[in-house]
Each structure stands twice: as C-alpha cells, then as structure tokens.
C-alpha cells in the first residue's frame, strides 16, 4: 500500500429527507481512525459507506482533516455546469394551475421554481414535468427522499419491458436527474445509474427532387414559407416557430437563431428565393411579433407544422414519414453532396461536436455512386 494514493470520494446522500455527506474509500488505518473523530459520523449498511451531516463546517473540516493524508475527490459533490441563460422566461402558472385527479401526484413547487429560475425553454419543462410526474405516480406511496438507485433501476427495466425507445429512457433519466442533482442541489447523487447504451442510428433524409415535390404541393403561402424555411436554413422546428420578424436579415441574407438548442445563438443562411417568398407571406399575413403567428399572434403549433408537412408529403405520393427534423437533415446531407465544408455545415446547423455532423457523411450518396455491385460481375443466364 506504501506510495499509493488514498481517495476519498465524497457523495451525496439523501437519508430520512436529511442531506448527508458520504465519504467513500477503501479501508485504510489512518483514514478509518479520522474519520472516527468526525462530529456525528455513522455508518450506512444500504450505502456501504459512513456519512455526516451535509454542511459548511463539516465540508470544511474534511479538506482541513485529510490534507496531505487522501485526495479528495469531489467530481460527484460540486456541480460545475453553468445555468441556462439568455432567452424569455418561463412561466410555469399554466402547470401550478392544472386540475388533476386527487390521487394524481404533481411536481413539488421547487420543481417549477428552478424550471423558471434557470431559464429552461418551455419544451425542455414540459418533458422534465410530465416524466417526472410519470415516475413519481409510479411510486405514488413513496416519498421522494426514499427513493433510491435501486427504484431507479426497476423503474427503467420497466419502461423497458413497454418498449420504450432510447431517447424515452434517457429523458427519464433525465428528469429524475434534474430534481435530486438541481433542485434538491445534490450534483451525481444517482452516481451508478447506469443510462441506456446509445443508439447509432442514421440520419433520414429525401432527396433534392422529393423536396421540391413537397413544396410544389403545398398551396398555402404560409404553409410553403414554413417547409422552405425548414428545409433551406437547416432549422429545428422549435427554432423555426420562435423566429420573429427582425430575425430575417435581408441585407446580409442571414437568419439569426437565437437561444437554439444548448441556448447557443447561431446564424443560418438565408436563400434568395425564400426571402422573395418570404416578402410576399409577410404582405399578405402581416405578422406582429413572430415571423409565424397562431391565433391572437401567439406562437405557430408544433402539431400544426408537423401536419402540414405530412399532408403535403401524402399529396406529393412520398413514401417516406417526413418529419420537420427529417427536412433539417436533408439541408445538411444535400450541402454535403454538393462539396461544401463540414466544418460550415456543423456551424450551420448549430452542432457543438463535430462528431454529430459527421454522421452525414454515412447518408451522402457521392462516394458510392461509382462503386460497381459484385452481382452485376456475375455470369448469369438473361431469363
């Protein structure tokens, strides 16, 4: 054991609703004999591991204790991601005010006060709402602070048994996550819950001629500026229905994305020909504050885009289930195909990791056109 580190990894624990400090280590003399003289310290049979109460001075004193004893690893304890900033603020009334049955269990106030303190966008609450609503109906005779990793995990195996997707599993993950390590300010206290092992699927895209079918198909001016919108500056549905007028830069031939995915401002390019359809939409719709508007110049539905292109797909006889994210990915396959740079594309689109644009490069059709088929090499008899 000589010249091997000691660690202590500190964790946070939630026992009888009280906060306490973990100290997880391997077995070892010294520490065993300080962590002894810890005021309050005690032992957890269910998490293998002695805990103090959770404050300040006791936080203090186990830096002061173990300096040039152990390492302390606080990566679990201290939560260093930033807060969401920029964008409007969320109301959350809508949800306070909600008639349920009696036996159906809400969100704690404290989960709606940090949605709106932190600026989260209005669809990252209603996801975190309603799957945080859903798991805790499903242990509805459990409080929330006896809810532990294990519950997690069988709560999980369920969805799976349902047939839950990968993006499903995650965002319940996500939610849970959200209220013990935000709310409840205790970063990685679900340390070991494992998330469901990613899923490399491909980008579904059309093509160029199907595009422009859909389009062709789609009488409504504002339903046409809405697809061409989509698919020529790349856009994400939800950034698409939060343009507003003075987004559209005529002059530079830009589209300003403002508080997009990750609240990340970015631009986008603007085509000409958009922009001159665009002209005529806003002669005709006159719109006040969003480019697109709703009923009393609220915000366009997401349903609504959503059926607008797949009625103007079904018009078009295109197979395929298009979706507004299906047009987005389109954008970037088809500026791919025709040469431009990933790194633009990734700019473009508004992706933080390069990784997440290359993928296209695995739908592109350019470096497989002049790749000839063994079969086509075979001596077969014409029928």
């Not at 799957?131 to 242990?139: A, L, P, S």
């Not at 088809?334 to 633009?344: I, K």
Request: charged share 25%; hydrophobic share 35%; aromatic share 10%.
């Amino acid at each position: 054991m000589k010249g091997k580190r000691i660690n202590i990894d500190l964790k946070h624990l939630l026992i009888e609703e009280s906060k306490f400090i973990g100290l997880k280590y391997y077995p070892n003399p010294t520490v065993d004999a300080i962590v002894g003289s810890l005021n309050n310290v005690k032992w957890s049979d269910t998490y293998s591991m002695n805990y103090i109460p959770n404050n300040k001075e006791n936080l203090d004193t186990v830096f002061k204790l173990f300096k040039g004893v152990a390492w302390i690893n606080s990566g679990h304890f201290f939560n260093n991601k930033p807060i969401h900033i920029g964008g409007d603020s969320v109301n959350m009334d809508s949800f306070r005010q909600r008639i349920v049955t009696d036996d159906y269990r809400t969100c704690p106030e404290d989960f709606f006060r940090k949605l709106e303190i932190k600026k989260y966008s209005l669809s990252t609450a209603k996801t975190y709402i309603s799957f945080f609503e859903k798991f805790i109906n499903y242990y509805r005779g459990k409080s929330l602070s006896s809810i532990d990793e294990n519950d997690i995990r069988n709560y999980l195996q369920e969805l799976v048994k349902e047939g839950r997707s990968h993006s499903y599993l995650n965002q319940a993950v996500n939610s849970v996550k959200f209220y013990y390590e935000v709310v409840m300010g205790m970063p990685n206290r679900f340390y070991s819950i494992e998330r469901p092992r990613p899923e490399h699927k491909l980008p579904k895209v059309i093509s160029p001629e199907e595009v422009a079918d859909l389009i062709k198909h789609t009488q409504n001016l504002k339903h046409r500026c809405i697809i061409s919108l989509l698919y020529s500056a790349g856009l994400r549905r939800g950034e698409l229905l939060n343009l507003k007028i003075d987004d559209i830069d005529g002059k530079r031939m830009l589209i300003y994305v403002n508080a997009a995915k990750g609240k990340r401002d970015r631009v986008t390019i603007l085509s000409k020909h958009v922009l001159i359809l665009l002209r005529e939409y806003f002669k005709e719709y006159r719109p006040k504050k969003y480019l697109f508007e709703g009923i009393e110049g609220h915000l366009y539905s997401g349903t609504s885009v959503v059926a607008v292109i797949k009625k103007a797909a079904i018009k078009a006889k295109i197979k395929k289930a298009v979706t507004p994210h299906m047009l987005r990915h389109s954008f970037a396959t088809h500026l791919l195909e025709n040469g431009a740079d990933l790194r633009y594309i990734q700019n473009l689109m508004g992706h933080s990791s390069s990784k997440t644009t290359e993928i296209y490069t695995q739908v592109t059709i350019n470096h497989i056109k002049g790749i000839k088929s063994p079969f086509d090499s075979l001596n077969l008899d014409t029928p």
